[in-house]
T-cell receptor, first 112, second 113 residues
Framework: EAAVTQSPRSKVAVTGGKVTLSCHQTNNHDYMYWYRQDTGHGLRLIHYSYVADSTEKGDIPDGYKASRPSQENFSLILELASLSQTAVYFC???????????FGPGTRLTVL | GDSVTQTEGQVALSEEDFLTIHCNYSASGYPTLFWYVQYPGEGPQLLFRASRDKEKGSSRGFEATYDKGTTSFHLRKASVQESDSAVYYCALSDRGSNAKLTFGKGTKLSVKS
């Protein structure tokens, strides 16, 4: 069974603070993704990676950085959190050449 | 760029009703099409996919047929159950996109018994 875990599951942050969301997969997948989910917008891709030590910008990368230190781990970093970044964040993974993505349970981020 | 349009934002039905959720897409290439389902408190999970024109995808009583002519991939189920209550996402993956998915905005299905 494919497994993607995220930590923390919930976080409250202050405006201007730094936030790091972590994702770990045991699927042996090459591709990993970060999405945010907002009511009325569905899922939007922030950053993705198809190999360790390399990341790519998705459709809404502004205000976010990503880090892929190993095949299993992918982090999303908000250097200066803002109110508009309050959302649910999902990590996903997929195998090379296959588009089916396996999602984690999500992290609910509230920026005050 | 690629895009997916789901017409219905919310659908409310009673058990045993027929379900249709409309999905239309726009892509430069020949995409693979997906339906994902998200239950409360969980991440989305794949329902099924289709890769070529006229191919039917199906799972758990849900089905959709890839129609390149009308650029559509409508989700249907003949008789919904309360347990089908969830958010449904249509998505596409353009084959030259490094496996990126483009999602629609989602349709929240509520089924009452």
């Amino acid at each position: 069974e494919a497994a993607v875990t995220q930590s923390p599951r919930s976080k409250v942050a202050v405006t201007g603070g730094k936030v790091t969301l972590s994702c770990h997969q045991t699927n042996n997948h090459d591709y990993m993704y970060w999405y945010r989910q907002d009511t009325g917008h569905g899922l939007r891709l922030i950053h993705y990676s198809y190999v360790a030590d390399s990341t790519e910008k998705g459709d809404i990368p502004d205000g976010y950085k990503a880090s892929r230190p190993s095949q299993e781990n992918f982090s999303l970093i908000l250097e200066l959190a803002s109110l508009s970044q309050t959302a649910v964040y999902f990590c996903a993974s997929s195998g090379q050449g296959r588009a089916e993505q396996f999602f984690g349970p999500g992290t609910r981020l509230t920026v005050l | 760029g690629d895009s997916v349009t789901q017409t219905e934002g919310q659908v409310a039905l009673s058990e045993e009703d027929f379900l249709t959720i409309h999905c239309n897409y726009s892509a430069s290439g020949y995409p693979t099409l997906f339906w994902y389902v998200q239950y409360p408190g969980e991440g989305p999970q794949l329902l099924f996919r289709a890769s070529r024109d006229k191919e039917k995808g199906s799972s758990r009583g849900f089905e959709a047929t890839y129609d390149k002519g009308t650029t559509s991939f409508h989700l249907r189920k003949a008789s919904v159950q309360e347990s089908d209550s969830a958010v449904y996402y249509c998505a596409l993956s353009d084959r030259g996109s490094n496996a990126k998915l483009t999602f629609g905005k989602g349709t929240k299905l509520s089924v009452k018994s």
